[in-house]
Nanobody, 126 residues
Framework: QVQLVESGGGFVQAGGSLRLSCAAS????????LGWFRQAPGKERETVATISMINIISVHYADSVKGRFTISKDNAKNMVFLQMNTLKPADTAVYFCASSTLQRLPTTRPDEYDYWGPGTQVTVSS
């Protein structure tokens, strides 16, 4: 099994920035991709950004965050980060980190991810 813990959420005004971190532990050698997803009240969980953790470069962003969010990783520490700039009220959601063992890339859909963190709240005020 893989355990994931997110940190870095909070409250910010529109136009501001936040940086989320996710630390993976357990069977980290099975992880092929890590991703960030979000879920707003009354809405389905959606993909924000995903990144491969193996020696193939594969990065995916949702259209809604391209140019504003950046996903990055530290393979040695089994961590993934999400730098969020120019935040909008529409970005308000619980943000989840998740891991996938699928070999194919890119792996972008929530149902392709096996293990999930508890989530961290991001609130952007107008």
């Amino acid at each position: 099994q893989v355990q994931l813990v997110e940190s870095g959420g909070g409250f910010v005004q529109a136009g501001g920035s936040l940086r989320l971190s996710c630390a993976a532990s357990g069977r980290t050698n099975t992880i092929r991709s890590l991703g960030w997803f979000r879920q707003a009240p009354g809405k389905e969980r959606e993909t924000v950004a995903t990144i491969s953790m193996i020696n193939i470069i594969s990065v995916h962003y949702a259209d809604s965050v391209k140019g504003r969010f950046t996903i990055s990783k530290d393979n040695a520490k089994n961590m993934v980060f999400l730098q969020m700039n120019t935040l909008k009220p529409a970005d308000t959601a619980v943000y989840f980190c998740a891991s996938s063992t699928l070999q194919r890339l890119p792996t972008t859909r929530p149902d392709e991810y096996d293990y999930w963190g508890p989530g961290t709240q991001v609130t952007v005020s107008s």
